[in-house]
């Protein structure tokens, strides 16, 4: 009785050892080995800080930046502590008046679009913390940022077509466009004294 008590204890003591602190020692080791950027929670550096996760939705509501997916965490939009979604079903009334203040918004940001709204920017998704919207609503703000940002359509539209990721091999998933790195690069772009003057040039015709 009391051997097989203590081959009992040895093997929880064994296996807690392997697969409580070996196991993920060695795999922890082996990510940041292999993958650095992606164990360290692919974060975005910028001037030597992080600007966020490239997996974790910002919520932008300026009318100069580009917007990304509702999101429907509380207390506040893209809580990454608290991921979750409203759990409202399509024939859900709430639903609906959600969509349409959010269509409402759309348009009043940028009253001169008349162009459809596509779904991702007026519905939220399971996890609210999408870092990514498809082209079609990405294309769909150039006109409003373009305005705010004093720059041209042509030279906004080029910016994110360079955002824009194909599908992984060319058959999974959906092209998308990183929120936050379109983002950190459209402030970089505003802030470039040529690109400036080459869209006032185009503007007068020079």
């Known amino acids: 009785m009391r051997r097989q008590a203590l081959s009992a204890l040895l093997a929880v003591l064994v296996l807690t050892g392997l697969a409580g602190l070996v196991y993920p020692l060695l795999v922890t080791g ?16 910028e001037d030597g800080r992080a600007a966020g ?8 509501s300026a009318p100069g930046y ?3 997916r509702p999101s429907a965490t509380a207390p506040f939009p893209c809580n990454a502590a ?8 399509p024939a ?8 349409k203040a959010r269509i409402e ?21 399971a996890s609210g913390l999408d870092p990514h919207v498809s082209p079609a609503a990405a294309f769909y ?3 409003r940022v373009a305005r705010v940002r004093g720059l041209s359509r042509e030279t906004v539209r080029d910016l994110v077509r360079r955002h824009v990721r194909e599908r992984q091999w060319g058959i999974l998933g959906e092209p998308v466009v990183n929120v936050l790195e379109l983002n950190l690069d459209l402030e970089k772009m505003a802030a470039s004294p040529k690109a400036k003057s080459g869209d006032a040039d185009r503007a007068t015709g020079r």
């Open 105 to 125: 918004a759309l348009r009043a940001a940028d009253p001169g679009n008349s162009a459809p709204v596509p779904v991702d920017l007026v519905t939220a998704s």
């Open 30 to 45: 082996l990510a940041a080995l292999l993958f650095p950027q992606r164990a360290s929670g692919s974060l975005i550096v």
């Open 66 to 68: 580009f917007w990304g």
């Open 82 to 89: 608290l991921s979750g979604a409203s759990n409202l079903g």
């Open 53 to 60: 996760s490239a997996l974790i939705g910002q919520s932008f």
């Open 92 to 99: 859900n009334p709430e639903l609906a008046k959600q969509v």
């Open 141 to 143: 703000q150039v006109p």
